[in-house]
C-alpha cells in the first residue's frame, strides 16, 4: 500500500469520527481568529445602502472591514441564505489580547 492512500484512509477516518461520532454534532461551530497585529483598530464603518430583501429568508450581513494584505479593506453589506434553515448570522468583530488586535470572522450558528 502507498504512503498516499494510508494518509488518505486515515484522513478519511479522522473526518468520520469528527462528524458521525462527535456528542454534539448539531450545535458544532469552528471559531479561529486572524491576527491584526498592533496597528490598532479598524477606521470607522462606511454608511452601508440596504436594499429590500429578495426573500424572507434572506439576511443582511453588515459591512465590514477585514485585514488583508497588511491593512483594512472594505467590504459592503449583502444579503446571503442562511446555509441551513434557523440559521443566525453572528457578525465579526475585533478584540484585543495582549496589545494585539484579531479578527474574529463573522459565521452561521444554529
Given at each position: 500500500m502507498k504512503i498516499t492512500s494510508l494518509r488518505t484512509t486515515a484522513l478519511a477516518c479522522a473526518a468520520f469520527a469528527i462528524l458521525f461520532i462527535s456528542p454534539n454534532q448539531a450545535s458544532a461551530s469552528v471559531a479561529f481568529d486572524i491576527?491584526?497585529?498592533?496597528?490598532?483598530?479598524?477606521?470607522?464603518?462606511?454608511?452601508?445602502?440596504?436594499?429590500?430583501?429578495?426573500?424572507?429568508s434572506a439576511v443582511w450581513i453588515a459591512g465590514h472591514y477585514e485585514w488583508q494584505h497588511g491593512r483594512y479593506v472594505?467590504?459592503?453589506?449583502?444579503?446571503?441564505?442562511?446555509?441551513?434553515p434557523g440559521g443566525v448570522w453572528v457578525p465579526g468583530r475585533y478584540v484585543v489580547r495582549g496589545g494585539a488586535y484579531f479578527y474574529r470572522p463573522g459565521h452561521w450558528e444554529y
Open positions: 491576527r491584526v497585529g498592533p496597528g490598532g483598530p479598524p477606521p470607522p464603518p462606511h454608511a452601508d445602502y440596504r436594499w429590500d430583501r429578495p426573500h424572507r472594505w467590504f459592503d453589506g449583502y444579503y446571503e441564505y442562511p446555509p441551513h
